[in-house]
Nanobody
């Protein structure tokens, strides 16, 4: 089993900054891509930013130039630095990981890749 634990959300004024963190733990063999999604009230969940194990990144047009995604592979942790926050950035932010799981008993990965989600962290941008 794998767990993703997010932290760093909160209330911030427009123009402010926040840094989200997401740590993955459990029966992990390797992590392929990690990313951040968000869901505002009444809207569908959308991709904010993603990063591969090699460091390639992808951003939603609405956050380019303001948000930066990074990861620490040794710690199985992904970060989202959010600057110049706007009220429209208000949403619940979810961490996502696409990974291979380890079978501890056999000592090798379980066939296939699996997706896991964090519990979500609220980001509110308001004056």
């Amino acid at each position: 089993q794998v767990q993703l634990v997010e932290s760093g959300g909160g209330l911030v004024q427009p123009g402010g900054s926040l840094r989200l963190s997401c740590a993955a733990s459990g029966s992990i063999f390797s992590i392929n891509a990690m990313g951040w999604y968000r869901q505002a009230p009444g809207k569908q969940r959308e991709l904010v930013a993603a990063i591969t194990s090699g460091g390639s990144t992808n951003y939603a047009d609405s956050v380019k130039g303001r948000f930066t995604i990074s990861r620490d592979n040794a710690k199985n942790t992904v970060y989202l630095q959010m600057n110049s926050l706007k009220p429209e950035d208000t949403a619940v932010y979810y961490c996502n990981a696409n990974l291979e799981e380890l079978d501890y008993g056999l000592g090798h990965p379980i066939p296939g890749t699996y997706e896991y989600w964090g519990q979500g962290t609220q980001v509110t941008v308001s004056s």
